[in-house]
């Protein structure tokens, strides 16, 4: 069973690895035989752009800049919908009222908002991080009360019967059903932190004195610098493959395929 394990996992790799040098391949002969250089950059263009804005630009204040905004949006983002969550399972009334808020916020898109909240709080940090949590914070109370309800009533039963206390059934019951939507709640909400942080800021311009990766993108177009801006994308890019890899398929691997809730 392992050595199948492993040689699927080999199989795996090597088809992302073969679909990646595909597409990068596509990527640098494409341009050069249609003459489009100048608006799409190969590869080796923008690869050689991202590592001189990395090391000898201000790209890399740019990325720590919209991590930092991310970063707390998400933590803010997940301390709310537990609250809320919890308060949802333990009063049926509340339960009620959060399903109309859901079903009005859940498809508003966090860029509508920001012209109220600029007028709130004024265009910076505190206006991003409140675009990012309102763009996450729903579908993480949508999957995580989906997980809840998901549970089957005879494991709540058995747990009870064997004595578990109300914070031992949570614990040991609830939450472990429930990881998979909660674990698909998350990345949703990393997705989103990104669209949310990269569409205000190029929209509305730069959220601070530096300004994250949308006001990156959109400064580098501004000025027809075509390789920087995709130099950005693949920023965007590459965090994103890198948190998706290390951490959120991580951290499914050692709970929800350990515990045998997944193929």
């Not at 720590?64 to 809320?84: D, E, K, N, P, R």
């Not at 959060?98 to 109220?116: E, K």
């Not at 019951?173 to 800021?201: C, D, H, Q, T």
């Not at 994103?240 to 350990?258: A, F, N, P, S, W």
Request: one cysteine or more; glycine letters at 8%.
């Amino acid at each position: 069973m392992a050595e199948k394990e492993i040689n699927d996992k080999r199989k795996s790799l090597a088809t992302r690895l073969i679909f990646l040098v595909a597409l990068f391949v596509a990527w640098e002969f494409l341009p050069q035989w249609t003459g489009s250089e100048k608006i799409i950059p190969t590869f080796s263009m923008a690869i050689e752009a991202f590592w001189v804005n990395l090391w000898k630009g201000d790209l890399f204040k740019h990325i720590v800049y919209s991590l930092q905004l991310i970063f707390t949006g998400i933590l803010i983002g997940m301390l709310l919908a537990f609250i809320l969550t919890a308060l949802c399972m333990l009063s049926k009334r509340f339960n009620d009222v959060m399903d109309v808020i859901v079903s009005i916020m859940h498809p508003l898109p966090g860029i509508a908002l920001l012209p109220v909240v600029m007028l709130l709080v004024g265009l910076g940090a505190k206006s991003i991080i409140i675009i990012i949590v309102h763009s996450i914070l729903w579908p993480l109370i949508v999957n995580a009360l989906a997980g809840f309800r998901a549970i089957p009533r005879i494991q709540l039963e058995l747990g009870r019967n064997l004595g578990m206390r109300p914070f031992r059934l949570i614990w040991s019951v609830m939450i472990p059903n429930a990881f998979p939507y909660i674990l698909s709640g998350l990345k949703i909400a990393w997705a989103r932190s990104w669209r949310a942080l990269v569409s205000a800021e190029m929209v509305f311009g730069a959220s601070g004195l530096i300004g994250g990766l949308g006001w990156y993108i959109y400064k580098t177009r501004f000025f027809m610098d075509v390789s920087g801006m995709f130099a950005g994308l693949i920023s965007v890019i590459i965090i994103g493959m890198i948190v998706d890899e290390l951490v959120l398929k991580t951290l499914e691997r050692k709970t929800v395929q350990k515990w045998g809730m997944s193929l």
